[in-house]
């Protein structure tokens, strides 16, 4: 008796381990490859990092034209997260803000 026609699983388990060794001699063999695979998580890491670190309060100006529900449960939201320094102005107010650099 063959264990692979009992149990179907232990075939996927065998397909995902050759497919693993395959992966791991192709990548010790091609090196683009292994830099590749080396580079880009590094790269994600350092991007996570840095909006992490530099994204928390962030000033944000709200110019709120809608007084709905919605539109306050949204406003409410904002300025309980941690990430945002909310200041409710008007449009011009607004501008004004980001022409000074102050947003």
Not at 27 to 53: G, K
Request: zero cysteines; aromatic letters at 8%.
């Amino acid at each position: 008796m063959n264990i692979l026609n009992i149990y179907p699983a232990y075939r996927s388990l065998l397909v995902i381990w050759v497919m693993a060794i395959k992966d791991i001699r192709s990548s010790l063999t091609e090196r683009a490859f292994m830099v590749t695979s080396i580079i880009i998580p590094i790269n994600f890491l350092l991007l996570f990092l840095l909006f992490a670190l530099t994204g928390g309060q962030a000033p944000t100006a709200i110019v709120l034209e809608d007084k709905g529900p919605y539109a306050q449960q949204i406003l409410s939201a904002m300025e309980h997260s941690h990430s945002f320094i909310i200041q409710q102005t008007t449009n011009a107010d607004a501008q004004n803000l980001m022409k000074k650099g102050r947003l």
